[in-house]
């Protein structure tokens, strides 16, 4: 969140390659400055672990008015640009991973118990929305598979392989959320993979091209990717095994 929030101050935009909001909208440059906000906000909360559950919300919440206003109306315009449905599913794995996380956060706002159970059953569709993300990616990595593995840095042995590996990843993953069947461990696999990239992959691109917006984005994409999944596992593991597949009681 820290990062986002850093690149937009630092481009004075929203996030190029991630938050593509035309730039004929009204009031643009301000919804840019409580775009920043929201990010910085989130960042100092989670750290400080004050308010979290609100400024995850708010987070959450975004990523939401990005969907319906700006990421979906592009792709009903262009239903067969593979960018925009993976820019729009990404936004959707973070936001739904805000809101799983929000819902299994100490109540540190003061919030209602209405709130509170409007927050556990966006957990639940965050959850199934955090799966489709998942099939999603599977079926892309399928469709442009030559070009994935022209991403795999080039000392990796067996390239064609690790390729299918990772949509196999996807698939069983999107798979065990659904059904609700090993999800933690599922979880678990999914935040080493995309740590792994961030290591492997996207570090290595990203340092000394400190000017390229969509090299830095991608990166703490994953990074973040990668701290949801490890949450979502350490809240199977520890608190409620399968707990998010059904609705749950407040």
């Not at 955090?130 to 599977?138: G, I, R, T, V």
Request: charged share 10%.
């Amino acid at each position: 969140m820290a990062a986002f929030g850093i690149i937009e101050l630092s481009i004075r935009n929203f996030l190029v390659s991630e938050i593509q909001v035309p730039e004929g909208v009204p009031l643009r440059g301000a919804l840019v400055i409580l775009s920043i906000a929201v990010f910085l906000f989130a960042a100092v909360a989670i750290f400080f672990r004050f308010r979290r559950q609100l400024a995850l919300l708010l987070v959450a919440g975004m990523y939401l008015i990005l969907l319906l206003t700006v990421h979906l109306p592009a792709l009903v315009a262009n239903i067969y640009n593979g960018g925009d449905w993976a820019v729009t599913f990404e936004g959707i794995m973070i936001g739904s991973g805000a809101i799983i996380i929000a819902a299994q956060l100490p109540n540190d706002s003061g919030l209602s118990g209405r709130w509170l159970r409007i927050i556990q059953l966006s957990a639940v569709v965050g959850h199934y929305l955090f799966a489709s993300a998942l099939f999603l990616f599977a079926i892309q990595h399928i469709i442009y598979f030559d070009y994935i593995v022209t991403l795999i840095p080039a000392w990796m042995p067996v390239k064609v392989a690790l390729a299918y590996l990772v949509i196999a990843a996807y698939i069983l993953s999107g798979l065990s959320f659904v059904i609700g069947r090993g999800v933690g461990l599922a979880a678990f696999w999914l935040g080493v993979m995309f740590g792994l990239w961030v290591i492997l992959l996207h570090a290595p691109r990203a340092i000394g091209k400190w000017k390229v917006e969509a090299e830095w984005a991608s990166l703490f994409v994953a990074l973040a990717v990668c701290g949801v999944s490890f949450y979502i596992c350490r809240r199977e593991t520890v608190s409620q095994p399968d707990g998010l597949i059904v609705l749950p009681h407040v």
